[in-house]
Each structure stands twice: as C-alpha cells, then as structure tokens.
C-alpha cells in the first residue's frame, strides 16, 4: 500500500470494489456470449480506444461531438478491458493496486 492517504484510499477501493465487478463481467460473459481468447479481446479493446481516440481528436479540433456517444465509447474500453482480463487471467483488482503504488506523483 502506498504511504499517501489519498492512494491509499484509492487502492482500497479498487481492491474492494474491481474484483465484484470482474467477477461479474466473467459471468455475464460465460453465460451470454460465445467464448473468445485473450487477443480477440485485445485488439476490441485497442478498437474501441481508436474510437474513443477519434471522438477526441475531433473534440480537440473544435468539431461538435455527441457527449452520449463520448461516453458510450468510454464504456466500449471499460468493458473490452473487463473481458480481456478475464480472457487473460489477470485479476485487474491486485494489478491496479500494485501498479498505483509504482506510479510516480508528480505534483511531489
Ligand atoms: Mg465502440
């Protein structure tokens, strides 16, 4: 765990609260979806990131945006990293916490 309260808290949330939802993503998924390897879900996610990536761009050069649509693409990467997780074994809890206590501050 990390010695700044506020990452500590948010370590503590994630490890609390990411593996429920994993686990759920993996039911969901098991029950309602033919099975997919790893790398299937790998490059859905890398896909649905371009997406969001390119609603950006054009938000970044003036152009109007669908703040729903903004927000559905957010939720595409969410759930293909959630897949690809699981596709992987990685329990996504643990490695976002470790990986919060290695991540250099950089307002200190
Ligand atoms: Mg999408």
């Not at 979806?33 to 371009?50: M, Q, T, W, Y």
């Not at 997406?51 to 649509?69: F, S």
């Not at 969410?78 to 919060?100: E, Q, R, W």
Request: charged share 30%; aromatic share 8%; hydrophobic share 40%.
């Amino acid at each position: 765990m990390s010695e700044h309260p506020l990452c500590r808290a948010l370590q503590e949330a994630v490890g609390n609260s990411i593996p429920e939802i994993q686990h759920a993503f993996d039911a969901y998924q098991r029950e309602c979806f033919i099975e997919r390897p790893s790398e299937f879900f790998a490059l859905e996610l890398n896909g649905e990131a371009g997406e969001l990536a390119n609603i950006e761009k054009k938000r970044w050069k003036g152009a109007p945006i669908d703040e729903a649509h903004r927000a559905d693409e957010a939720a595409d990467v969410f759930i293909s990293l959630m897949n690809f997780c699981n596709a992987a074994g990685i329990d996504l809890g643990t490695a976002v916490v470790k990986k919060l206590g290695r991540i250099p501050r950089s307002r200190e």
